[in-house]
């Protein structure tokens, strides 16, 4: 069954410009002379014109997915853990704005109280549950996308792609959030509730103790409805935004452009991305962060608590920090991909079959 996944994410269509591409040393022409009296043999081999990119395993292989999952767990930890300041006067600012203000003001107030130690409080359950959320936002996001683009075929894959992007993202988020929501709780209370446990090791048993395993995920429905637009949107923008970007604003094709000029594009497109995410996902996340604060509320009586208005309280930072955090996670992600040397395809392109038929009915 294994093996029979695999090389369905193989003949995806979006592994179509790297799919014959080598994972090994491509070979050489050399002549090899026999010692003995028998006639010179010649050892003929094709050599390619230009120089091969080598890989070092094939797009869709098991070492590929965990790979993908490894800068998954390395892009969204870091980067996370870094904004925690921000995170958490972010959060403040949703659960108490009369106290905290705007941005400028939270840290001065969250300053005054706690001290610059206690900025980065909240940093080990961030630290652990967004590095478990990496893992399966990034990792399954390729195997989705492989699975559902091999399902469709390739003409209905590009014609289809934004809906296919969506799809694998909220798919992958799904699952992530899964192994995001306990250490999300267990943060946000750190953060928001003054007299509360202070580090991971006491929070994390004593939500245990006081409210048992539903403590962890009551905030479940509501992460999904903060993280799934979020993700969608993140994945969705940026790859149409990497299409537009070495189609109309990079002056020469992607294939000629350097791997640091690539990277740059991918940092560029990724910031661009997060700014519609912090928009699409922010009414959630502040009913997220005042549901873990108040404890024995819903969904729904913290969304009329809050109104309106009230859940776009911290918007402002949260698109600072979402932006900054969006394109340093794609930046972090394709420079794994790069350091492992992962096939990274480029946008796709309009396929032969479907070009020939647009042709023929006259559309191209």
């Known amino acids: 069954m294994i093996k029979s996944f ?62 993908c999952g490894w800068g998954g767990i390395l892009s969204c930890g870091t980067t996370h853990t870094a904004l925690v300041p921000l995170d958490m006067v972010k959060c403040r600012i949703q659960t108490d704005p009369a ?27 961030t630290f652990f549950g967004y590095s478990a959320q990496g893992l399966g936002k990034f990792g399954l996001y ?40 306990p250490m999300e709780s267990v943060k946000v209370r750190i953060q928001t509730q003054p007299g509360w446990s202070t580090t991971l090791r006491e929070g994390f048993p004593r939500i245990m103790k006081e409210e048992g395993l539903n403590g962890f995920y009551k905030g479940l429905v509501p992460l999904w409805a903060r993280q799934i637009p979020y993700t969608m949107m993140k994945f969705a923008c940026f790859e149409r935004t990497v299409e537009a970007l070495y189609k109309y604003v990079v002056p ?35 009913i997220v962060s005042k549901l873990n604060q108040a404890k024995g509320s819903n969904f729904v009586e913290v969304a009329k608590s809050l109104g309106l208005l009230g859940m776009w309280k911290g918007l402002f930072p949260r698109i600072i920090m979402i932006g900054t955090l969006t394109a340093l996670q794609w930046f972090i992600y394709d420079s794994v991909k790069v350091y492992y040397r992962l096939p990274r395809p480029p946008p796709p392109e309009m396929p032969e079959s479907l070009k020939a038929k647009l042709a023929a009915q006259g559309k191209l």
């Not at 010179?40 to 014109?49: D, E, R």
């Not at 203000?101 to 080990?124: T, Y």
Request: with cysteine; aromatic share 10%.
């Open 6 to 67: 695999v090389e369905t994410d193989r003949s995806s269509p979006f592994a179509s410009p790297i799919r014959h591409a080598q994972c090994e040393v491509p070979e050489t022409t050399e002549s090899v002379e026999n010692t003995t009296s028998s006639p010179p043999v010649t050892v003929k081999q094709q050599v390619s014109a230009e120089p091969v990119e080598t890989y070092s395993c094939e797009y869709g292989s098991l070492k590929f997915f965990a790979l």
């Open 99 to 125: 106290k905290y203000g705007g941005i400028i003001n939270g840290f001065r107030v969250s300053l005054k109280e706690d001290g610059m130690r206690g900025l980065a409080r909240g940093w080990a359950p």
């Open 142 to 181: 390729e195997v989705f996308k492989s699975l559902y683009s091999g399902v469709l075929g390739e003409e209905r894959s590009y014609v289809w792609r934004t809906s296919l992007y969506l799809a694998a993202s909220a798919s992958a988020e799904f699952f992530a959030d899964i192994a995001l929501c």
């Open 252 to 286: 020469k094709p992607r294939s000629e452009c350097t791997k640091p000029e690539q990277l740059v594009v991918t940092f560029i497109a990724g910031y661009i991305a997060g700014v519609f995410c912090a928009i699409v996902s922010h009414p959630a996340d502040t």
